[in-house]
């Protein structure tokens, strides 16, 4: 696949732009820790069976459905997001990055707009962006709490895009959807070893390496 036809490219960024994907789940079991380790199994389970999902709906579901304990209140799920921030932000900024991301954004930084569509707290996002140096490569850096599909919907209409001439990479089964319910092209990064999460006739990688010129 070459990148000349897209008008635009929308990363994911948790295993697409950085292989921080065993970071959020190990982080995700330790915040349950005092549950068990039944529990933390299920919740890594189920992390890594929903990536791109928004952590507040994994703390909701985790809180009503493993856990069987009345609905997270507001301060509870802020309590949550913070610890949850302090297992893993310094950990994501200083991750290996994907093979070829770093290469690939410079290069398309220069020709067209590159956005960035995340299950991370836009806030949080933007800071660990900023604190790798790859804030000044992209137009827009968006994440939670606003659904994915929702953020590509708005990347397209603010910017005119032609769907079909956008380009959505993404590693997890909700990107695709994302993407599929905005006619946006997709590609699947799918790291070598692990389980594809695609239909079968989805185009994967094992890695950005193959996309650059």
């Not at 190990?26 to 349950?32: I, R, W």
């Amino acid at each position: 696949m070459t990148t000349a036809h897209w008008q635009a490219i929308i990363f994911d960024f948790d295993g697409v732009v950085v292989e921080s994907g065993d970071i959020k789940t190990q982080a995700f079991a330790d915040l349950y820790h005092a549950y068990g380790e039944t529990v933390m199994a299920e919740v890594a389970r189920y992390h890594k069976l929903n990536g791109g999902m928004s952590r507040y709906q994994k703390f909701h579901y985790f809180q009503q459905h493993l856990l069987a304990k009345p609905p997270l209140t507001p301060d509870e799920e802020q309590y949550l997001d913070r610890r949850f921030s302090e297992l893993v932000v310094e950990a994501v900024i200083a991750s290996e990055t994907v093979p070829g991301a770093a290469e690939l954004i410079r290069n398309e930084a220069a020709r067209i707009p590159l956005f960035i569509a995340s299950g991370t707290p836009e806030v949080e996002l933007n800071t660990i962006v900023m604190r790798r140096g790859l804030a000044s490569y992209f137009t827009g850096v968006r994440g939670s709490p606003t659904p994915k599909h929702m953020l590509i919907a708005d990347i397209l209409s603010t910017h005119s895009f032609t769907p079909e001439r956008v380009l959505m990479i993404g590693d997890a089964l909700i990107d695709y959807q994302s993407a599929k319910h905005n006619n946006v092209a997709f590609l699947g990064r799918v790291r070598s070893g692990d389980e594809n999460p695609f239909p079968t006739h989805v185009d994967t990688v094992p890695d950005l390496s193959s996309l650059l010129a």
